[in-house]
Nanobody
Framework: QVQLVESGGGLVQAGGSLRLSCVASGRTYVMGWFRQAPGKEREFVARVSESGRTTWWTDSVKGRFTISKDNAKNTVYLQMNSLKPEDTAVYYC???????????WGQGTQVTVSS
């Protein structure tokens, strides 16, 4: 299994920004971010291809979040701008270790956006 180490969560005021980082060991066919708010199902946020060239975001974060990958460091980033209280959740890094299906998960990092 690929090991994923997340960082960058914290408390920020509405309208502010945070950058989440996830360092992966081993090959990742896909990497991405999910989030889960209390009482809700885990929600897809964004993904990036192995090359870092193809990206995809869920509608709720389009125009505000950017996912990118540093191939040399095998690290994926989630730049979160114009944060809203609705973005408050535990954010999980995820990866596909043998295909483009996610099968490895990080421990999660808390993002809290105050109003």
């Amino acid at each position: 299994q690929v090991q994923l180490v997340e960082s960058g969560g914290g408390l920020v005021q509405a309208g502010g920004s945070l950058r989440l980082s996830c360092v992966a060991s081993g090959r990742t066919y896909v990497m991405g971010w999910f989030r889960q708010a209390p009482g809700k199902e885990r929600e897809f946020v964004a993904r990036v291809s192995e090359s870092g060239r193809t990206t995809w975001w869920t509608d709720s974060v389009k125009g505000r979040f950017t996912i990118s990958k540093d191939n040399a460091k095998n690290t994926v980033y989630l730049q979160m701008n114009s944060l809203k209280p609705e973005d408050t959740a535990v954010y999980y890094c995820a990866a596909g270790s043998s295909s483009t299906e996610f099968d490895c998960w990080g421990q999660g990092t808390q993002v809290t956006v105050s109003s």
